[in-house]
């Protein structure tokens, strides 16, 4: 296929579907929402902490100590509970005071505090909470033995392991919000491609020099072109470009990629612009769910794995919020090509079945 | 052979097992108007795919200006124009825009405004496919066909449902087309039409050609040329009698018509090419 009829079916993908007056608005719209949810999200993580604690007897003294840093101190029944609301993020931390810490500390005798830390509490936090409780305790140990303190920390990280990465509820949204642009292409391509072989106009083509490889070449380059742009428009403007921009770039191009293939079979299987809904909806969902992993870490299982746009999500997460680097992501980006190709390849494989 | 336009040997084409063509041959030659005559299924779709290149035939050869179809599919689809039987535009798109988008692909220049005047659309050349009528779209299928200026043009169907005024438009261009000196392969089950308009017709059924030759041949071969008369009884009533002509004892016939009966009315009547198919093939064009 030459160059004149690529671009006039490139033109021609453009003006019908931006003349869809509903994949023109999700298109345009979703663009300037996608970016105007990241800056309305709050940017900062809240300072103020509270701090779970089970201690059968807690000591003024410790409270008083805490309470002049502007930590509070929310009592739990068990140390199991303790751990519970930890691990369910209520808590960035909680110390278990335990009624034989307690007398070691009031006889200066060489003391273990266990103290439970949420996967995703940032270093910062981790940091302070080390040095606070140690300034607590020692406050204590003072003012209970007289003697200074000869404490250890046993430190446990529950939940998924995100210590020192905690993130702002924008950042961890942004690869949703990136890869939510890419799969809703999979509908407009797909409607595209359904409306050609309903309306008949795949065949006017095909009377022409354009030949079916030509037709998927220029579907291809339309779908992974709009994805690709909407994006990188995204993550652009958000600023999250300027770490790894050509990693960042050349994976959402391998999601567009795969998002192309996805509309390849949509468009193959589908039967009118409901037949494009009701599967692009399902598509859309699935594609959506290892996202759940990224903005709440610990929600999904390991099953996520196996749907390709985890390593879409999660390469970005890495990148952008993480600070990765090609050789932190490189296997997740290989098996996310592999499916990306493998997905083109089972689309175009399909529409063929169908042209025939 | 160096004046046919179409040259078909042995063409057959089968969906599983159902044998859609089975080995046809026949020449279309160059500015003839051919009518491919058949009920629906009967096979006549089925060719207009194999001869433009939309499927390649199971076995037999088809050449077109020359060019075989299997192995010069892309050359010979710079010559053809093809107007399908379901309207099959871009609804989204004004009618310039359809036919500007067809001259691209085909990498021609050409005379859009002018085209669509001859098909009477000059005045809604800017105006989305979408709300356009049945009839309309038809003529613009067919402008769009023309689009590359091409020597063999195809219509499948073109006048069918349409209105009296949109069929003749559609007629006229079909004819000033063939004038130009391109070939008409024109597939329908209008039995007027193919009469009206082609120079020969090929009659299909299940598949195969039971008949070609030119319409007045067809009807010299089959039909019956007859006087029809209708003649009062003697209560008042009518009655019909009809005397075959061209035989030896027509004259005689007429004369005691005449001397023995009071005629009301006389009209001859020549055999249809609906009555040529039926008995050709047992079976009516349509359904």
Not at chain 1, 138 to 159: K, R, T, V
Not at chain 1, 322 to 347: D, P, R
Request: net charge negative; aromatic share 8%.
């Amino acid at each position: 296929m030459n160059g004149r009829i690529l671009q006039t079916l490139l033109a021609k993908d453009f003006m019908l579907y931006f003349r869809n007056r509903f994949f023109a608005f999700i298109t345009i719209a979703g663009v300037i929402l996608f970016i105007v949810v990241y800056f309305v999200l709050p940017s900062t993580v809240d300072e103020s902490l509270t701090l779970g604690i089970y201690a059968p007897s807690i000591p003024d003294a410790f409270l008083e100590f805490l309470s002049g840093n502007d930590i509070t101190l929310q009592a739990f029944d068990s140390d199991e509970a303790l751990q519970q609301a930890v691990i369910d993020y209520q808590y960035p931390a909680g110390v278990s005071l335990e009624d034989n810490a307690i007398s070691g500390i009031l006889f200066g005798q060489e003391t273990t505090v266990t103290v439970y830390f949420a996967s995703d509490a940032p270093q910062e936090i981790v940091d302070m909470m080390r040095t606070v409780l140690r300034l607590a305790l020692n406050e204590l140990s003072y003012s209970l033995s007289g003697d200074p303190l000869a404490l250890d920390f046993n430190e446990q990280i529950i939940g998924p392991d995100m210590t020192g990465a905690q993130l702002a509820l924008r950042d961890r949204l942004l690869p949703l919000l990136a890869v939510a642009l890419l799969v809703m292409e999979t509908m407009g391509l797909g409607g595209l491609i359904a409306d050609e072989i309903e309306h008949g106009t795949l065949r006017a083509l095909l009377i022409t020099p354009t030949t079916v490889a030509g037709f998927f070449t220029s579907k291809a380059v339309f779908g992974i072109a709009l994805a690709f742009v909407q994006a990188a428009l995204v993550l652009g403007v958000t600023g999250s470009l300027s770490h790894e921009p050509i990693l960042l770039l050349l994976t959402l191009l391998i999601g567009s990629l795969l998002v192309t293939g996805i509309a390849f079979l949509i468009g193959a299987i589908a039967r009118g612009m409901m037949g494009v809904m009701a599967w692009g909806m399902l598509a859309i969902i699935v594609m959506i769910i290892p996202a759940y992993g990224v903005v709440l870490p610990g929600t999904v299982s390991t099953w996520v794995t196996l749907i390709p746009s985890y390593y879409l999500f999660d390469t970005i997460h890495q990148v952008s919020n993480l600070g990765a680097t090609w050789g932190a992501v490189l296997n997740k980006l290989v098996i996310l090509f592999v499916a990306a190709v493998a997905l083109l390849a089972a689309g175009v494989f399909v529409l063929e079945r169908k042209l025939r | 052979m160096a004046n046919h336009s179409i040259v078909a040997r042995d063409l057959t084409y089968a969906y599983g097992e159902n044998l859609a063509v089975d080995h046809i041959s026949f020449e279309v030659g160059e500015a003839e108007i051919f009518a491919y005559l058949g009920p629906n299924g009967a096979g006549k779709s089925t060719t207009v795919k194999m001869l433009t290149g939309q499927i390649r035939p199971k076995s037999g050869t088809a050449a077109l200006l020359g060019m075989d179809i299997a192995r010069e599919p892309n050359k010979i689809q710079h010559h053809i124009g093809v107007a399908f039987e379901t309207t099959n535009l871009y609804p989204q798109m004004s009618a310039t825009e359809n036919l500007a988008l067809f001259a691209r692909l085909f990498g021609v220049k050409a005379d859009i405004p002018t085209l669509l005047e001859r098909v009477g659309l000059g005045t809604r050349a800017k105006e989305r496919v979408e709300g356009f009528s049945k009839g309309m779209k038809q003529r613009l299928m067919v402008a769009r066909a023309l689009v590359n200026k091409p020597r063999i043009l195809f219509l499948d169907e073109p006048t069918e449902g349409l209105d009296p005024v949109s069929a003749e438009a559609i007629r006229e261009l079909i004819l000033e087309t063939r004038a130009n000196g391109a070939t008409i392969f024109l597939t329908t089950h209008d039995m007027l039409e193919a009469d009206k308009l082609s120079d020969r017709v090929a009659f299909i059924n299940q598949g195969k050609i039971m008949a070609l030759d030119t319409p007045h041949k067809l009807k010299q071969q089959y039909g019956k040329r007859l006087l029809k008369a209708e003649i009062e009884r003697a209560d008042g009533g009518l009655d019909t009698r009809e005397i075959t002509l061209d035989s030896a004892d027509t004259g005689e016939a007429v004369k005691r018509l005449f001397e023995n009966e009071k005629v009301v009315t006389v009209h001859s009547e020549e055999a249809s090419l609906e009555d040529i198919f039926i008995q050709v093939t047992g079976r009516r064009l349509m359904g």
